[in-house]
């Protein structure tokens, strides 16, 4: 099965650089993926790692590691309409790349 | 490109009911997912279509959810009888296919569905 755990709260102030992390217990793994959802939204994807490393984008940088089952999403220079719920979605092995989500973090940015 | 859309937005119904949701993905998009989200919690997979055929429905309740993408297209998911716990946003999300770089899920805005 997969257990994926994210902080369930986090809270920042305008401008400054938040890292939110995922750490997963996984069958196997074939990728690891971040969703932004704004309340009572919909998810909105943000990036994906397949190899162990930064990916970078613009604000947001997103970091794998496999052999320690841990990634983080960096977002820098935060801004109010950052408020939002992080979401982390791990791909495990198998034909049929079936997504399991965390349960999110909920990032308050605050003036 | 249009995006996923889902109706109804919003449902009340009172328990043992019955309710469908639809939803119509992204056009060319084979691989259709029906998630389950309860407040405060991430979403959760019910089924997984390829084309018209499911790929994974092991966490969809099988005694009372039922799902059908007949042409491979638009899809619905239909709750029968519903009970108080299935009060839930139900988001339906489509992608190319089924290779990691294809991945990428696009959801539609979600039906929110309570149950009284």
């Known amino acids: 099965g997969q257990n994926i755990d994210q902080p369930t709260e986090m809270t920042a102030t305008e401008g400054a650089i938040v890292q939110i992390n995922c750490t997963y217990q996984?069958?196997?793994?074939?990728?690891l993926f971040w969703y932004q959802q704004h309340a009572g939204e919909a998810p909105t994807f943000l990036s994906y790692?397949?190899?162990?490393g930064l990916e970078e984008k613009g604000r947001f940088s997103s970091f794998l590691s496999r052999s320690k089952g841990y990634s983080y999403l960096l977002l820098k220079e935060l801004q109010m309409k950052d408020s939002a719920s992080y979401l982390c979605a791990v791909i495990g092995t198998g034909g049929s790349y079936i997504p399991t989500f965390g349960r999110g973090t909920s990032l308050i940015v605050h003036p | 490109e249009a995006g996923v859309a889902q109706s109804p937005r919003y449902k009340i119904i009172e328990k043992r009911q019955s309710v469908a949701f639809w939803c119509n993905p992204i056009s060319g998009h084979a691989t259709l997912y029906w998630y389950q989200q309860i407040l405060g919690q991430g979403p959760k997979l019910l089924i997984q279509?390829?084309?018209?055929?499911?790929?994974?429905d092991s966490q969809l309740p099988k005694d009372r959810f039922s799902a059908e993408r007949l042409k491979g297209v638009d899809s619905t998911l239909k709750i029968q009888p519903a009970k108080l716990e299935d009060s839930a946003v139900y988001l339906c999300?489509?992608?190319?296919?089924?290779?990691?770089?294809?991945?990428?899920?696009?959801f539609g805005a979600g039906t929110r569905l309570s149950v009284l």
């Open positions: 999300a489509s992608s190319r296919g089924q290779g990691l770089a294809k991945n990428i899920q696009y």
């Open positions: 279509f390829q084309n018209n055929g499911v790929v994974d």
């Open positions: 790692n397949v190899l162990d």
């Open positions: 996984t069958s196997g793994f074939n990728g």
